[in-house]
T-cell receptor, first 113, second 116 residues
């Protein structure tokens, strides 16, 4: 157990819908990262928040957004869902603003039908 | 942009065989290097990491990796694999110094299957 929690574990929804994925970092970690894992794209970095502020952005679609709240938990919002958004979404946390090891949560498996 | 290459996509070994998984990265500056393992149906777990110092790093479960700067490589090794090592292994890199770098760039992963 890494200490990073994610909910829900599984999510099945229809195209065009909007979902919210939630992540709680390890106690004391200020950085939260979001990654998408799919068969064709592999593991791709989406976005990072550090102590409530967006710090780095990767291959995140405009339909996707994230935020980090004062209690340091983070939410990833995915809207206008398409079949191709079906993937595993991982959250990771780190004690540093960047460069240190990241600890991964169990992931949310999103299936868009 | 930096990239990470893992040459072996699928490796099949018998128990007690030695393992070496290749990893090369394409960034010329300061890097931090990691190997993660993903057991079937589970999340990514950190096996080992390299920030600086001794280029031979030891991780959990008997794994080790060697950083060779001149070859831009960070190969993972284990002298004797066990059936329980069956998993997918990912090499990852962040660029820059600790505290300034950010995202992990992952390789495509190597699926290791250990047979009894």
């Amino acid at each position: 157990d890494s200490g990073v929690t994610q909910t829900p574990k599984h999510l099945i929804t229809a195209t065009g819908q909007r979902v919210t994925l939630r992540c709680s970092p390890r106690s004391g970690d200020l950085s939260v990262y979001w990654y998408q894992q799919s068969l064709d794209q592999g593991l791709q970095f989406l976005i990072q928040y550090y102590n409530g502020e967006e710090r780095a952005k990767g291959n995140i679609l405009e339909r996707f957004s994230a935020q980090q709240f004062p209690d340091l938990h983070s939410e990833l919002n995915l809207s206008s869902l398409e079949l191709g958004d079906s993937a595993l979404y991982f959250c990771a946390s780190s004690g540093l603003a960047g460069g240190g090891e990241q600890y991964f949560g169990p992931g949310t498996r999103l299936t868009v039908t | 942009a930096q990239s990470v290459s893992q040459h072996n996509h699928h490796v099949i070994l018998s128990e007690a065989a030695s393992l070496e998984l290749g990893c090369n990265y394409s960034y010329g500056g300061t890097v931090n290097l990691f190997w993660y393992v993903q057991y079937p149906g589970q999340h990514l777990q950190l096996l080992l990491k390299y920030f600086s110092g001794d280029p031979l790093v030891k991780g959990i479960k008997g794994f080790e990796a060697e950083f060779i700067k001149s070859k831009f490589s960070f190969n993972l090794r284990k002298p004797s694999v066990q059936w329980s090592d069956t998993a997918e292994y990912f090499c990852a890199v962040t660029q820059g110094s600790t505290g300034t770098a950010s995202k992990l760039t992952f390789g495509t992963g190597t699926r290791l299957q250990v047979t009894l």
